[in-house]
């Protein structure tokens, strides 16, 4: 995959666009709730996505797999906000239950 683009919205549905043909290369179903928000780390191995209210990492460059990597639980809310620190080592994640998760 070249240069991609990722979109997520209320459809369940995580796609990953190739940027420069438009054309959409894969979709993941998110399986739990919409997906509220999507943050790719760093070295863009990995996309997170921010769920009700979970959150699940998948493999960008592995378009075989449809599961996530990892499934973070903790809050008890809708995830809202989600980044990565600079070097990727931590993910930071935001709520409507109020807390915030590292």
Not at 1 to 25: N, Q
Request: proline residues 5%; neutral net charge.
């Amino acid at each position: 995959m070249s240069v991609i683009l990722a979109t997520a919205g209320y459809d369940h549905k995580i796609r990953f666009w190739e940027a420069p043909s438009g054309i959409c290369s894969r979709t993941i179903r998110h399986p739990d709730s919409q997906v509220n928000r999507l943050e790719i780390t760093p070295d863009k191995q990995f996309l997170a996505a921010a769920g009700n209210p979970m959150i699940r990492l998948y493999e960008i460059n592995n378009a075989a797999s449809h599961q996530p990597v990892l499934t973070l639980e903790g809050h008890a809310g809708s995830v809202t906000s989600l980044g990565f620190q600079r070097d990727g080592r931590y993910l930071y994640s935001g709520s409507e239950d109020g807390t915030v998760k590292l």
